[in-house]
């Protein structure tokens, strides 16, 4: 167990809707990371914050979105859904912002119908 | 061309046997990461290293700077190490994770 927690752990939707994933760092850690795992892609880097602020962006959809609480949750919220947004979603965190080993969560598997 | 190339994609092994997993990456970087999937999977961080060489339990990692090239061992392996072991980078001056494409173990008994 790396400490980190992601509800839910299965979704299922159809194209169109919203959703919203969420994730709870390890105590201690103020940086969170999301990534996506698609079959064709593989990992994919989506979206870094640190202590409520956006550090670093990666391939992320306009329709995606994401945001870090003061209790330091986080948030990927994926609107407009499209076939191709299903996927395993990770969650990682880490205590500092910059060069630092990732503790991944659970991951959500989003099915989009 | 992916920035970080693993090999072998695929390893089937008979337990018992030392395995090796090569990772080589294409620009500076400021850490190198192995991880493990397992098939429900979960992911889960094994090493972390900048130079040199680190060593928990059965597994070993390497890496090299100046061949831009790091080796993932496991010793004496067995069937509960069958999982997909991936290699991530870290730019210098970044802080995003640049993975590769993983590479798929299969231990027998």
């Known amino acids: 167990d790396s400490g980190v927690t992601q509800t839910p752990k299965h979704l299922i939707t159809a194209t169109g809707q919203r959703v919203t994933l969420r994730c709870s760092p390890r105590?201690?850690?103020?940086?969170v990371y999301w990534y996506q795992q698609s079959l064709d892609q593989g990992l994919q880097f989506l979206i870094q914050y640190y202590n409520g602020e956006e550090r670093a962006k990666g391939n992320i959809l306009e329709r995606f979105s994401a945001q870090q609480f003061p209790d330091l949750h986080s948030e990927l919220n994926l609107s407009s859904l499209e076939l191709g947004d299903s996927a395993l979603y990770f969650c990682a965190s880490s205590v500092a912002w910059l060069y630092n080993e990732q503790f991944f969560g659970p991951g959500t598997r989003l099915t989009v119908l | 061309k992916n920035e970080v190339e693993q090999s072998p994609q695929n390893l089937t092994a008979q337990e018992g046997e030392f395995i090796t997993i090569n990772c080589s990456y294409s620009?500076?970087?400021?850490?190198l990461h192995w991880l493990q999937q397992h098939p429900g999977g979960g992911i889960v961080s094994l090493f972390m290293l900048s130079s040199g060489k680190k060593k928990h339990g059965r597994l070993i990692a390497t890496i090299n700077i100046q061949e831009k090239h790091s080796s993932l061992h496991i010793t004496a392996s067995h069937p509960r190490d069958s999982a997909v072991y991936i290699c991530a980078v870290t730019w210098e001056y970044g802080n995003k994770l640049v993975f590769g494409a993983g590479t798929i173990l299969r231990v027998k008994s």
């Open positions: 105590s201690g850690d103020l940086s």
């Open positions: 620009v500076g970087i400021s850490a």
